[in-house]
């Protein structure tokens, strides 16, 4: 299936230069997340080496693992807005599945695990408290956004029906699933790249699901 994408607004000068450094100050974090580690990089150095203030790093984000993972909120925003153009007709659980493929096979804009070093920081992710912390906070921020879209798609309050959560809840953590199987595999040249880990996390999904639906035997 082709990826569709969003149209896209228009950026200002503004808009444009604060994009420029909101992207160069989380490329300097990941770069000195990777080459220091978390405890031994400083907001300063990252500001430094994004060539700016301190104090502008501060109007961009709350901390250093902020900003070194803010490819995962930009991400969820993309995975979200594709979620919001899906078919009004689509059965929730695919309409997200769809947006995760359509989000992986984005050549235009590529998907952060196409970027160098993606799978490592995300490893370190996974191992270091504070930049687990942060992804987690990036995570749910989301998943929050995603589930007010479905609940939209339902025609249903989130507050009161927990169809939506259910959903995106399942559906966002068979990505986290995939996504923490394929940083693990290191570089490995035989590990499945992420868009199949994905699929076949999210066949597993369907299939169990499937098994676990009650039918009209009775339960010994």
């Not at 080496?49 to 925003?77: N, P, W």
Request: hydrophobic content about 45%.
């Amino acid at each position: 299936m082709t990826a569709v994408k969003p149209p896209a607004a228009p950026e200002d000068r503004r808009q444009r230069k604060a994009r420029r450094t909101r992207e160069a100050l989380a490329a300097a974090a990941c770069d000195l997340i990777l080459e220091r580690g978390p405890a031994a990089t400083t907001v300063e150095a990252i500001a430094a080496r994004a060539d700016v203030t301190r104090r502008t790093f501060s109007r961009y984000f709350a901390g250093k693992e902020d900003a070194a993972l803010d490819f995962v909120r930009r991400d969820g925003d993309r995975i979200n807005a594709l979620l919001r153009s899906r078919p009004a007709d689509e059965p929730p659980l695919l309409a997200y599945r769809r947006a995760v493929r359509n989000w992986l096979a984005d050549r235009d804009d590529p998907a952060w695990h196409l970027r160098p070093r993606m799978r490592r920081l995300l490893a370190l992710a996974d191992r270091e408290p504070d930049l687990f912390a942060a992804y987690q906070r990036i995570r749910v921020d989301a998943q929050e956004e995603s589930i007010r879209i479905v609940a939209g798609r339902l025609g249903t309050d989130a507050a009161r029906d927990v169809r939506p959560a259910a959903v995106v809840d399942a559906a966002a953590g068979v990505l986290v699933a995939a996504l923490r199987v394929w940083a693990r595999g290191g570089e490995d040249p035989g590990a499945e790249d992420l868009p199949t880990l994905v699929e076949r996390a999210y066949d597993a999904l369907t299939s169990e699901a499937a098994a676990a639906t009650p039918d009209s035997t009775t339960e010994e």
